[in-house]
């Protein structure tokens, strides 16, 4: 299975972010994944592509050109797509990937991962979608999804979207057993926002 991982460049963050992504890279090495992500050699991003090259998997990296100055990008990815724009970026992992993980971020990783989810939502895709919630850093937007779930905003089905787990191995277990299908909107409720 190819994952895609959406996640932090940020150096400046907690060593456990770091260890908890290391992980969950080192257990898709052993498991035989591959791991499709931004490309960056710091952050979470970078912790993820040395987890799964210490268990001899393999690193697809994405990126737009501008990226490519010195001690950005990973340097030992097995395959490299450059792009022009951070959009191509976005369509090539969305493309490639047969499942979508999103590790503790910032606002490009929340971009990425509610662009994800929307397109699920919209019947575009039927790949899974988890969150590592790693020190319960995602119980605040969990908590905001329940609040629009209950206030009307989206509907109830929509919870079926995502997963998230506080481990690696829980994680990697729900995207290998996942069976979604593609679409639970036939048609876009336009009454309500998506």
Known sequence: MVICLYGASSQSIHPAY???????GRAMGRRGHALLFGGG???LMGAAARGVKAEKG???????????????????????FYTDTMRERKQILEDK??????????????????????????????KPIALLNLRGYYDPLLALLDKAIEEGFMKEECRALWAAFDNAEDLLDYLEQYHGEIGFYKEVDHDQSI
């Open 18 to 24: 770091f260890d908890g992504v290391e992980t969950f």
């Open 41 to 43: 050699d710091k952050g």
């Open 58 to 80: 393999r690193v697809i990296g994405v990126a737009p050109r501008f990226f490519n100055v010195d001690g950005v990008l990973y340097p030992h990815c097995d395959e490299f």
């Open 97 to 126: 990937a047969d499942a979508f993980v999103a590790v503790p971020g910032g606002i490009g990783t929340f971009d990425e991962l509610f662009e994800i989810l929307t397109l699920k939502q919209l019947g575009r895709h039927s």
